[in-house]
């Protein structure tokens, strides 16, 4: 008699929690590791069960979304306010400066995002297509030579 499925005990309940440990990050197999279930069982849960397939694709979504706006941003370049505060003399917290910083566009990221986003056009791998032959010609410098092919 086969064991019962640990999905109605260890998973089901949990959902909310995978979805969460998805957008914090975690793998596939530290989620499996907090559910206390293998990684071949969590893969077998996603391909039966489409309730914990969607709470793990809602939770990578959402932090895919932000990391993309974040490189996308970082590409870009931006600018932000720094303000400081420091406590006046009766202890309350006040602002004493405002600052507008500039984050100049990031190349690396630049790079990322195009070589992602439009391969055919900036991977560094082309591939090039010939049509027709290919013929080679290999031109030997003349000189006297005796049989053994020394001068």
């Known amino acids: 008699m086969a064991r019962p499925s ?3 005990s260890h998973v089901k309940p949990k959902l909310n929690k995978v979805e969460a440990w998805a957008r914090d990050g975690l793998t596939d197999e530290q989620i499996a590791h907090n559910l ?8 077998e849960y996603k391909n039966k069960y489409s309730e914990f397939t969607e709470a793990l694709k809602r939770g990578k979504d959402d932090i ?10 970082r590409a ?26 500039e984050v100049l566009p990031d190349v690396t990221a630049q790079i990322f995002w195009l070589k992602n986003r439009r391969p055919a056009v900036w991977r560094d791998k082309r591939d090039i297509e010939l049509d027709g032959g290919l013929e080679i010609v290999v031109k030997l410098p003349q000189g006297d030579t005796d049989a053994d092919g020394e001068g």
């Open 76 to 101: 870009m370049g931006y600018t932000y306010e720094e303000i400081t505060r420091e406590r006046d003399k009766d202890g309350n917290m006040v602002v004493t400066k405002r600052v507008t910083k």
């Open 36 to 43: 206390g279930i293998g990684v071949a069982t969590l893969y």
């Open 64 to 73: 895919d979304i932000e990391v993309e706006n974040a490189l996308l941003k």
């Open 6 to 8: 640990k999905y109605e």
